[in-house]
């Protein structure tokens, strides 16, 4: 046979089990997050190194797809580039100016299978019949020149220069040595 408690009694064992219980979430809460953090970024290059393929191209799988790219790695350690990663446009629209389609091609075969899209577009002054951007959105402005030179002003990148320095800059952004 049970005894018979007081409310004090049963009030005081009540407290001490939400108590228990409360601290018991706290701890799974506690440890779930930090099992997290040190778990989930483990790998932070998941990007292999570039080899020459038989058609003349570099390659190299960046999270298990394969880029291709017009330069050597070798040929473009010179040419210095900000530090950007893949994240800057994961997941949101890209927009590019370049008069050149094998740059715009070059760049949008490898950045542009993780935007949500990629669009050619004008910087400011825009005399054809594309949308206007400025630097407040993903833009990539190609120019020709006779030296390469990369920079970055807000969110767009300059690129002055030819076809390595377009390669360049999209090995500095998926970290391919």
């Known amino acids: 046979m049970r005894s018979i408690e007081t409310r004090e009694i049963v009030e005081k064992k009540e407290k001490r089990r939400a108590r228990l219980i409360s601290a018991l979430l706290l701890l799974i809460l506690v440890g779930s997050t930090a099992g997290y953090a040190f778990l989930s ?12 393929n038989p058609n003349g191209q570099w390659s190299a799988s960046f999270e298990g797809q394969d880029l291709l790219f017009s ?18 446009y994961a997941g949101k629209p890209l927009y590019i100016v370049s008069d050149s389609e094998a740059i715009s091609n070059e760049i949008a075969s ?10 050619k577009a004008c910087y400011l002054n825009c005399k054809e019949d594309l949308p206007e951007k400025d ?40 970290d391919i040595k």
């Open 41 to 52: 970024n483990t790998a932070t290059n998941t990007s292999t190194p570039a080899e020459q």
């Open 71 to 88: 330069s050597s790695p070798n040929s473009t350690k010179d040419i210095q580039a900000p530090y950007i990663t893949i994240n800057q």
């Open 110 to 119: 490898t950045l542009g299978r993780y935007t949500s899209r990629v669009q």
């Open 135 to 174: 630097c407040t959105e993903n833009l990539i402005i190609w120019n020709q020149s006779e030296d390469n030179k990369i920079y970055q002003q807000d969110s767009c990148i300059f690129i002055d220069g030819d076809l390595r320095a377009v390669d360049a800059f999209l090995y500095k952004v998926f």
